[in-house]
């Protein structure tokens, strides 16, 4: 079956503008998962969500940073004012449940002019 | 933060050798996980390691656990150019699943 996708695969703003990020987990998986990845450095964790809360969002690092998944499926990550410091690859994953194998999308790289 | 550290951070050989590499680790866990990267796209899960675990293997991927010592191996036998990629290791602490990630090794495999 399909992968998890990720649109748009790449993203130029400029600072101060709003963007969403788009994630389609796997079909069925209940888990849907954010990281942002900078240059050279491994995935961080942003949020995680079982169904449709969040259950854990201790690593969005501020509050200009939110995200949704109203139905339990798709979910959209949405920045606001957006600063340089944003620019990164923002990498979905989902998974069947806690403690399982997660499945990664390929990515949003994300560069604020 | 970055729990898990790899080692070494660069690694480099012939085509048909065999590649070690190695994560350590500082809180417990309830698996581990290895991943794979290609010129920073997304992740490719390789193999996953519960915590009762000791040994696994996946086709020419042999991991191992070591929770006393709070580290991992993963060992890719027969290499080839392919395999070239950053590989990073992932714990999973269990209670809500977020994996953390150390900052990745980048093997080059010489054809």
């Known amino acids: 079956g399909a992968g998890v996708s990720q649109t748009p695969s790449n993203k130029v703003t400029e600072k101060g503008k709003y963007v969403e990020l788009r994630c389609d987990p796997i079909?069925?998986?209940?888990?849907l998962y954010w990281y942002r990845q900078s240059l050279g450095q491994g995935p961080e964790f942003l949020i995680y969500?079982?169904?449709?809360?969040?259950?854990?969002d201790s690593g969005l690092p501020n509050d200009r940073f939110f995200a949704v998944r109203p139905e339990g499926s798709v979910s959209t990550l949405k920045i606001q004012r957006t600063e340089r410091g944003d620019s990164a690859m923002y990498l979905c994953?989902?998974?069947?449940?806690?403690?399982?194998?997660?499945?990664f999308g390929p990515g949003t790289r994300l560069t604020v002019l | 933060s970055q729990q898990g550290e790899e080692d070494p951070q660069a690694l480099s050989i012939q085509e048909g050798e065999n590649a070690t590499m190695n994560c350590s680790y500082k809180t417990s866990i309830n698996n581990l996980q290895w991943y794979r990267q290609n010129s920073g796209r997304g992740l490719v899960h390789l193999i996953l390691i519960r915590s009762n675990e000791r040994e696994k293997h996946s086709g020419r991927l042999r991991v191992t656990l070591d929770t006393s010592k709070k580290s991992s191996s993963l060992l890719i036998t027969a290499s080839r150019a392919a395999d070239t990629a950053s590989y990073f290791c992932?714990?999973?602490?269990?209670?809500?699943?977020?994996?953390?990630f150390g900052k990745g090794i980048t093997l080059s495999v010489r054809p």
């Open positions: 992932a714990t999973d602490p269990g209670a809500n699943s977020k994996l953390t």
């Open positions: 994953a989902s998974s069947f449940g806690g403690a399982d194998t997660q499945y």
């Open positions: 969500f079982q169904g449709t809360g969040a259950a854990d």
């Open positions: 079909s069925g998986h209940t888990a």
